[in-house]
């Protein structure tokens, strides 16, 4: 026997409601005209964006140096970044050469002893135990700019050679005018590794991969330093370096005795 439905509790009073349907507005479709206008639009705009991309990432590369320097000039200080080959080796000859009167190495890795670097360059034991500031807090680009600034207003050094490989010597003197907010002067002095060809980049998926990262860099670092004022309280560079290993040096440090 099938149950029939039981009344609702409104229908019990004697009143019945019933919904009435309401007709779905109807939202009048794009012109086809417009859609391919935005269309082209937007093509272009990612067209104009990526030929802009490229077109400074070939004016970067155009512009690394080719060729070791030595200074025209002579600084008060010296400062070398880790992170590539023969920067340390080129620092200490400047140092040696009289090309400064102190150098600072920084971005250490904790466990390099200033006894470490002297036994891996016999030749100027004397010159590090005398001259050769390390510094170990840096982590990063914006914290060897930091510490280079601490370092050189520490000993009152209004001009400073800075040692660190082609392709990122662009991003280090952003990071390090950004810092010094033109109040003292940077040579750059340029370290061209012999494995590394920037006329032939293409060549080489490492090159590419090395140069495409370091561009990329160096935009986020211009834009960023556009939009704050000192880098000590950078919100961006606290989150950069945040939760970051400590950099390894990555050269062996090592020079042949003359």
Known sequence: MTRAPAP??????????????VPARRVPAP???????????????????????????????????????LPEGRADGIV?????AQRIGDAIDLLAGGYGRRL???????????DEIARLNPTQRTLIACCVDLDYRARNTIGNAI???????????????????????????????????????????????????PDRWWQSLPAARLLASEYVKFLV????????????????????GRGKPVKMVAEPLIRTAN
Do not use: C
């Open 31 to 69: 012109a086809p005209g417009r859609t391919r206008v935005a269309a082209r639009l937007g093509l272009a705009a990612s067209t104009l964006g990526i030929l802009g991309f490229l077109g400074g990432f070939l004016a970067f590369v155009d512009a690394l140096q080719r060729v070791e320097r």
């Open 80 to 84: 070398a970044l880790t992170g590539g």
């Open 221 to 240: 670092s211009w834009v960023r330093t556009r939009f704050e004022d000192d880098p000590e309280r950078s919100r961006a560079a606290i989150l950069i």
């Open 104 to 114: 600072l190495i920084t971005g250490v890795n904790e466990r390099t002893s200033r």
């Open 147 to 197: 510490e280079t600034r601490r370092w050189m207003r520490a000993h009152r050094f209004s001009t400073v050679t800075v040692v660190t490989s082609n392709y990122h010597m662009p991003r280090t003197l952003i990071e390090l005018d950004h810092a010094l907010q033109d109040s003292e002067r940077v040579v750059p002095h340029a370290v061209v590794a012999e494995s590394f060809d």
């Open 8 to 21: 609702n509790a409104i229908e019990v009073l004697g009143w019945a409601w019933h919904q009435r349907a």
